[in-house]
């Protein structure tokens, strides 16, 4: 499978979600800075969207192990419940378009993984205090009142609802991994030789202890610095623009001269992060029914074409969802909406 034909050969590519460097030019305009031509304004957005965004969600947040972690709520009380987790430097906002959709039959919450969105920051970070961190709102959210609820994760999200479902397999009753993948690729090929190349030009860019993330003085400037990670364009450009603006809080400037933005996620996540408990997913024993949704250009169906095994249960149902790269919501979000609609009307039984 080729690359996603917005990233052109040689450019800082794979499943790394972590904020990496790319050196000026290295990607094309629409994957570097897509929201840049709109110089701080709002793309014009379908009815569709601001309709799921007026159904505004029950906000709050919950206490696990000593952190606030933040909630979004959708839907009546008492329905089955869907627990929504998103993707590394990400927030709960990015389900905020899809949720409502799904909330017609079910009690849904997004949360904000620690370390990001509106949640706490941790001085360290792991696979386990997260499972932990993700039943307690699913409890506290009343998710658990019509019985276990499914589990639905993107990303790096979808590796702690994987995580959670081997290891704690009676806190759901199903789960949905959207475009979900754990390590790297083969080391020998293309894709792995680039990404080995590249590690240590990359690693500059991470923010570390000493080096804090970047306060921007303006929301244009903050806008126009978003891009996808993985890189890949921008299916819908309102889409990204709504879930940038969120990414970021109010920060003072480093002058001193005021208030400016900067991304809401703990910039030293990474280098925080246990990931002892995913070392090696394939010997995980999982029990939970499980289904695996995934863009059919994602890296990560290439990354088994040149002979990644997949750690998933050889049984397991995985769906494609036609013109997609790795963001599948922000690539075609009512085909996603319509896959878990229709998966969850007859699925798991």
């Known amino acids: 499978m080729p690359l996603d034909p917005a990233i052109k050969e040689g450019a800082p590519v794979g499943y790394d979600d972590r904020p990496i460097h790319s050196e000026p030019g290295a990607l094309p305009p629409g994957v570097q800075a897509p929201l840049a031509p709109f110089q701080g304004q709002e793309p014009d957005a379908p009815k569709w969207f601001t309709d799921a965004l007026a159904q505004e969600p029950e906000r709050s947040f919950v206490e696990s192990q000593g952190t606030r972690i933040e909630a979004l709520t959708w839907g009546e009380a008492g329905r089955p419940?869907?627990?929504?987790?998103?993707?590394?430097?990400?927030?709960?906002?990015?389900?905020?378009?899809?949720?409502?959709?799904?909330?017609?039959?079910?009690?849904?919450?997004?949360?904000?993984?620690?370390?990001?969105?509106?949640?706490?920051?941790?001085?360290?970070y792991s696979f386990e205090d997260f499972a932990e961190d993700a039943e307690a709102v699913a409890r506290a959210t009343g998710l658990y009142d019509a019985g276990k609820p499914i589990y639905i994760g993107h990303s790096f999200g979808g590796s702690q609802v994987f995580f959670a479902a081997a290891n704690h397999p009676?806190?759901?009753?199903?789960?949905?991994?959207?475009?979900?993948g754990f390590g790297g690729p083969p080391p020998d090929s293309p894709e792995g030789k680039r990404m080995m190349e590249q590690a240590q030009r990359a690693a500059r860019n991470i923010p570390t202890a000493d080096r804090a993330q970047r306060v921007y003085p303006t929301m244009r400037e903050a806008l126009s610095r978003f891009r996808l990670m993985p890189p890949q364009a921008a299916g819908n450009l309102f889409v990204a623009d709504f879930i940038a603006r969120r990414s970021l809080k109010p920060a003072p400037l480093e002058d001193g001269s005021g208030e400016g933005f900067s991304w809401r996620?703990?910039?030293?996540?990474?280098?925080?992060?246990?990931?002892?408990?995913?070392?090696?997913?394939?010997?995980?024993?999982?029990?939970?029914?499980?289904?695996?949704?995934?863009?059919d250009r994602s890296m990560l169906m290439q990354r088994r074409a040149q002979g990644q095994p997949s750690p998933f249960p050889k049984d397991m149902l995985e769906i494609p969802i036609p013109d997609s790269a790795h963001h599948i919501m922000i690539d075609q979000p009512?085909?996603?909406?319509?896959?878990?609609?229709?998966?969850?009307s007859a699925w798991p039984g």
């Open 265 to 295: 996620f703990d910039p030293n996540m990474w280098s925080k992060l246990n990931r002892g408990g995913m070392m090696d997913p394939g010997k995980l024993n999982v029990t939970v029914p499980m289904v695996h949704i995934y863009g």
């Open 81 to 124: 419940g869907l627990l929504l987790v998103h993707g590394n430097s990400a927030h709960a906002d990015w389900w905020s378009f899809i949720a409502p959709y799904l909330a017609q039959d079910y009690r849904v919450t997004s949360m904000s993984l620690a370390g990001m969105g509106a949640s706490d920051w941790r001085e360290t």
């Open 334 to 344: 009512l085909a996603l909406i319509a896959a878990l609609r229709a998966l969850l």
């Open 170 to 180: 009676e806190r759901m009753r199903a789960a949905v991994l959207v475009d979900t």
